[in-house]
C-alpha cells in the first residue's frame, strides 16, 4: 500500500466539519439589528464568515455608532452556543471522511479553528467527533494573530511533531485558505456551492491546491496526492 503523503491533516471547523455558519450569523445578524444595523442574514454570511467577529468591530462600529464590548460579546457567544446546542448538524460525510483520514495519517490529525475554543469543543462534541481529534484542537484567538494569518496552523503542526510544507490544510472560506496558504500547506477546498462557503474560483484564487465538493472525495483525495504528479 502508498504511504500516505502528508505528516498531518488540519481540518478548519466551522463550515467543514460543522454546518454552523447559517445558525452563528442568524444569531449575529439578530444582535446586531439591535444594535442598529439593518444587516440581513445573507450580508452576515458575506462579510462575517471565516473571520472572528471581534476583528470586525471597526466595521460595526461605524454601521451602529457602538462599539461592542465584554458584555455584549459574553450575550453574543451566549445566545450563539443555545442555538448551535439546539440545531447544529454535521457537514453531510465529514464524520466518516475524519475517521478515514485519522486512520491514513495515523491519527496525526488536528482542528485548526478561528472560532473561540468552547463554541469549536461544543460543536465537536455535538456531531460526534470530539474524540477523533482529542487534545489536538486550537483556536487562532488564543494566538496573537487569527486567520487570514497562518499563526493557528504553524500551531497545530507544531503540536503534532510535523513540518507545516508536509501538511494538508482543508478549509472552505477564502480567509481560511490564506492562512493555510501562508503556513506554507498543502491547501484542499471545500465548496459544495452553498451558503457559507467561498466559491471554487475564490479559493483558487486564495491559492489552493484543489477543490472539492462532496467530503466523500476526501480520503481518497489526499491518499492518491502526488500520484503521477
Known sequence: MRDF???????????????????????????????GWAVSLQETLRIFTGKAVRDELPLIE??????????????????????????????????????????????????ASGADL??????????????????????????????????????????LGADPARCAVVEDTVTGATAGVAAGATVFGYSPDTCGHSSARALREAGVAHVFRHMDELPGLLAGWGAGR
Open 5 to 35: 503523503p502528508f505528516d498531518a491533516v488540519l481540518f478548519d471547523c466551522d463550515g467543514v466539519l460543522v454546518d454552523s455558519e447559517p445558525i452563528t450569523n442568524r444569531v449575529l445578524a439578530e444582535m446586531l439589528n439591535e444594535l
Open 62 to 111: 461605524s454601521r451602529t455608532g457602538k462599539r461592542p464590548g465584554p458584555e455584549w460579546f459574553e450575550a453574543f457567544r451566549a445566545r450563539r452556543n443555545a442555538a448551535l446546542d439546539r440545531e447544529l448538524v454535521e457537514v453531510p460525510g465529514a464524520p466518516q471522511a475524519v475517521r478515514a483520514v485519522r486512520e491514513a495519517a495515523g491519527g496525526r490529525i488536528a482542528v
Open 118 to 159: 468552547r463554541k469549536v469543543g461544543l460543536q465537536l462534541r455535538k456531531v460526534g467527533l470530539a474524540e477523533c481529534f482529542g487534545a489536538h484542537v486550537y483556536s487562532g484567538q488564543d494566538l496573537p494573530r487569527s486567520k487570514p494569518h497562518p499563526d493557528v496552523y504553524l500551531a497545530a503542526a507544531r503540536a
